[in-house]
């Protein structure tokens, strides 16, 4: 099964510029790459896949970059494609695809899925300016959730309502257990291949444990306890604000510490951090973020909760995430924010899609909960951000 990237991915071949794929462990990338190396051959296209933990292809590109010829056919006029997994293990990365991009672009193009380590490493985004093309992978949407899971009917009946073709369906309500099943354990592939509830969950802790030991490796965290402690406190905190001297103060750690360990998670793909929407500085000049996990089920296994969704006291902060998920698969995630004022009026997004001109949307999960009078003042200062509800249940959810 492909994910949703591999035919941009591909068309992207074409490109001179470098071909970067970034994301969480175990989302897919290696699968990614050789599902691209099998079509490529199928087409009679030169393309080479080199695993770097082969230790003897490893050490002979970290001699030299120009070696990367001795692991390639011998053609004429065609550019060759190589393919490099987990990129990172190199000693420089960064310099390594920077020396082949300048010198030989024009005979080969590279494909490099690269972890945490390489995209947290600042001069990635300086030195490859102009030279790479990032895509970012995230664990699987709930349109890919369906069809891992071989669920093509429901599938096609959810892109039905998404375009419009139909404006019911008979098998709402199975998707909306399917979305549950989704909100609960999450989108990795390996987790949502596995259909025994009991294996989901011993499948999320092991990925949960392994991820936050590489991470604490990897970006050099000295303190493994008080990094997955903080883990744990932002599991419990979603679609709440990050304060974080707060967090120093409870963790008995500096504030700067802190702020490390919030880039470190947002470099891995854990979590994310949206940020305050306002116009009126005085009353609404709120500067803390506000914290989002990509995958609920990561997020579930932190704080070792799978219960069903509507008996949870966490439920509506879990729906909430689930929405952030959604509205992050539309829009760039640096149009996402929320809105507070001084007076802790709030509205939970704040999608800004042209200047001074967006959609508003709060999050609730039982619609008697929603109190359309206590977010007038909202809609009078912003009448070009219309605000609409969202609520466990209602069709718009599905959209």
């Not at 490390?260 to 854990?270: E, I, M, P, S, T």
Request: glycine share 4%; with cysteine.
């Amino acid at each position: 099964m492909k994910r949703k990237y591999f035919d941009s991915i591909k068309k992207h071949l074409d490109n001179k510029e470098f071909t970067i794929i970034t994301g969480a462990r175990q989302i897919g990338k290696t699968t990614l790459l050789k599902q691209i190396q099998k079509e490529l051959e199928a087409e009679n296209k030169p393309v080479v896949f080199l695993n770097l933990d082969r230790k003897n292809i490893l050490n002979r590109l970290n001699d030299n970059p120009e070696n990367i010829f001795d692991f390639l056919p011998q053609t004429e006029s065609r550019r060759i494609v190589v393919l490099i997994d987990e990129v990172q293990y190199l000693d420089d990365p960064t310099n390594f695809i920077k020396l082949l991009y300048d010198d030989f672009a024009e005979k080969i193009k590279i494909v490099a899925t690269g972890s945490s380590a390489f995209y947290i490493d600042r001069s990635f985004r300086d030195s490859l300016a102009g030279r790479k093309k990032i895509f970012e992978l995230k664990t699987l949407d709930f349109e890919e959730f369906l069809n891992f899971k071989s669920e093509d009917g429901l599938l096609l009946e959810l892109k039905k309502l998404r375009t419009g073709a139909v404006k019911t369906s008979i098998y709402e309500a199975q998707l909306w257990l399917q979305l549950e099943e989704y909100a609960v354990y999450g989108g990795y592939p390996a987790v949502v291949l596995d259909n025994d509830k009991e294996s989901k969950k011993e499948r999320l802790y092991e990925l949960r444990d392994s991820f936050l030991k590489r991470d604490i490796l990897e970006s050099g965290i000295a303190n493994e306890e008080k990094f997955y402690k903080l883990c744990m406190i932002l599991a419990g905190q979603i679609g709440n604000m990050v304060n974080v001297n707060e967090l120093a103060n409870t963790l008995q750690i500096s504030n700067a510490t802190v702020e490390n360990y919030l880039f470190v998670l947002q470099k891995c793909f854990h979590i994310e951090l949206i940020k305050p929407f306002f116009k009126n500085l005085r009353k609404e000049l709120v500067k803390m973020p506000k914290v989002y996990f990509n995958d609920p089920g990561l997020r579930n296994a932190l704080l070792d909760s799978f219960g069903k969704l509507n008996i949870r006291v966490d439920k509506g902060a879990l729906f909430e995430n689930l929405i952030y998920r959604r509205l992050s698969e539309n829009f760039p995630s640096q149009k996402i924010k929320y809105w507070r004022t001084t007076e802790s009026n709030e509205v939970d997004f704040v999608i800004e899609q042209q200047p001074d001109e967006g959609i508003a949307l709060e999050v609730k999960f039982a619609e008697t909960e929603v109190k359309p009078n206590k977010y007038k003042i909202f809609q009078n200062a912003y009448p070009k951000y219309p605000l609409s509800f969202r609520y466990w249940g209602q069709n718009d959810v599905l959209l």
